[in-house]
Each structure stands twice: as C-alpha cells, then as structure tokens.
C-alpha cells in the first residue's frame, strides 16, 4: 500500500512554470497518478504526462490512470461536488491500497489550494487509510494572466477577489480587482454597462495561449467570437480574467 502521496502543483501546464521543489520531488518518485480526462480534454492528460517526461528525461516511471467521472450537472451544486468527491475519493482509496510503491506523486493544475477539491479528498480519505500527504504548492493560471499584461492583481493594497460564474453573477457591483475561474459562460457579459478593463487570456502559460485586454462595453463582442473561434478550434477552452474598474475621469 501507498504510505505518502505528493499532491504536486504543476503550474498552468508547461513545464517552464514548475517550481524546483516540484521538479525535485517529480525526479525522485517513480509512481504517478494521472487523472483520466476523456475526449476533447485528453490533452490534459497529456499535458501531464509531458511534463512527467520532461522532467525524468530517459528514467523509467509508471503512470497510473484515475478513471474519475465527469461532475453531473444538476440543481443541487453542492450536493453534486459533494457526490462527485466521494466518488473520486473511492477511485483513489481503492488505487492507494493496490499500489506496491511507498511514495506517489499525482499532479494537480496550478495550484492544488486553489479550485481544486483534492485537499478536501485528502481530509477525508486520512481518516480512513494510515497515509501521509503533502502538498507541493504550484503557479496558478491567475498569476501567470497578471504576469503575462504586467500588471499588479492588488494595486495600490486593494482588495484582491476569486470568483466562478456562480458567485460572480449575485454581484451588482465590481468595485475591485476580481479574477474568475471556471467560467464556461461568459459571465463578464453582465457587467457589460459598468466601467470595467477585462484582462483575459486562454491556455495561458502554454504553447498556444491567447490574451485579449480593452474596455469591458468595447470588447465584448470580440472576445465572444475569439472564445467561440478558439473553442472550436482546439476542441474546449481554458480560461480565465480579471475585471478591474476604471477609475472615472471626473470632467
Ligand atoms: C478546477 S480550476 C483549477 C485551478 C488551478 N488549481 C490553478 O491554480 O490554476 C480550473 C480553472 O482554472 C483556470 N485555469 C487553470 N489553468 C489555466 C490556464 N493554463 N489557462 C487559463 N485558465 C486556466 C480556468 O479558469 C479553469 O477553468
């Protein structure tokens, strides 16, 4: 059985943006586990595994795949994360007990504290295997997004806010610098009448990343098309923003 599991950051997906600490615990373990995206999003998984290869160069290791469901949809939201967890805890529990090797690492996207359920898994499945864990924090998306314009994400000591599609739609107002994740919407839509700069960027990071910035009213149509240009394209779309506010010009 599995005694310690690294839950690894590995950045936005290229390996340039892996920290040494990352890249030294990838070196030295010789087991990873691979979370299984089907279809269009296979390339995620591959973009794992090229940064596994990356790193151990000519060393053998071993991938294991984690056949972890889609999230169903429905009204419920916290309800279905929670099913969702449970399911994948199940999937990992049943995979850390088969497992020979005492340390695996399994790779998580930019950062494993930011949007990403697998410390809560972690929480739970601890309670039930006599297993050690360690996070390995990463380079998240938003970090790369405020690199990539050269701007600061908190100004002069504003306040800096995360937001999905799910809390960013009960705002009336945007009154400081706000990153969204997971947007599938285009939920920036709704503030289309405020005095917003939108900063946007696709796979940032990566090889084929794309970034948009301009006036929130003036852009919209543009982004919409690219968002769906870019969607189609390459099959589905990671993105991620941030709005900030125009300072009104008074007279
Ligand atoms: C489940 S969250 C994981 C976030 C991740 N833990 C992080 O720190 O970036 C997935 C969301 O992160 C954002 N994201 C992650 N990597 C990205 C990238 N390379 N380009 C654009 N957005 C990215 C997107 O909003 C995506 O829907």
């Not at 390339?43 to 991938?63: G, M, Q, S």
């Not at 969702?84 to 996207?109: H, N, Q």
């Not at 930019?110 to 380079?139: N, Q, S």
Request: charged share 35%; aromatic share 10%.
């Amino acid at each position: 059985m599995v005694k310690k599991v690294y839950l690894i950051g590995i950045g936005p997906g290229d390996p340039k943006y892996l920290t040494i600490l990352a890249k030294e615990v990838i070196q030295r373990l010789k087991v990873f586990l691979v979370p299984e995206k089907e279809g269009k999003k296979s390339d995620l998984t591959k973009k794992r595994l090229k940064i596994i290869e990356f790193i151990k160069a000519k060393e053998p290791f071993e991938v294991v795949y984690l056949p972890f469901p889609e999230r169903e949809r429905g009204v419920n939201y916290k309800e279905k994360v929670q099913e969702w967890r449970l399911r994948k805890g199940e999937i990992l529990k049943k995979t850390l007990l088969l497992l020979k090797e005492e340390e695996v690492g399994f790779l998580i996207w930019g950062d494993p504290v930011i949007y990403d359920g697998h410390i809560e898994i972690f929480k739970e499945i601890e309670k039930e295997l006599p297993i050690e864990w360690e996070v390995i924090p990463g380079i998240s998306a938003f970090q790369v997004l405020g690199a990539k314009f050269k701007i600061s994400l908190t100004d002069l000591a504003t306040s800096l806010t995360f937001h999905t599609p799910r809390t960013l739609r009960k705002l009336k107002e945007i009154s400081h610098p706000t990153v969204v994740f997971l947007d599938n919407y285009a939920t920036f839509s709704l503030f289309k009448e405020k005095l917003l700069r939108i900063y946007w960027g696709a796979y940032v990071g990566q090889e084929e990343e794309v970034y948009l910035e301009g006036d929130l009213k003036e852009t919209l149509e543009t982004l919409k098309e690219l968002r769906e240009t870019l969607r189609e394209k390459k099959g589905y779309l990671m993105e991620i923003y941030l709005l900030k506010p125009k300072e009104e010009k008074n007279g």
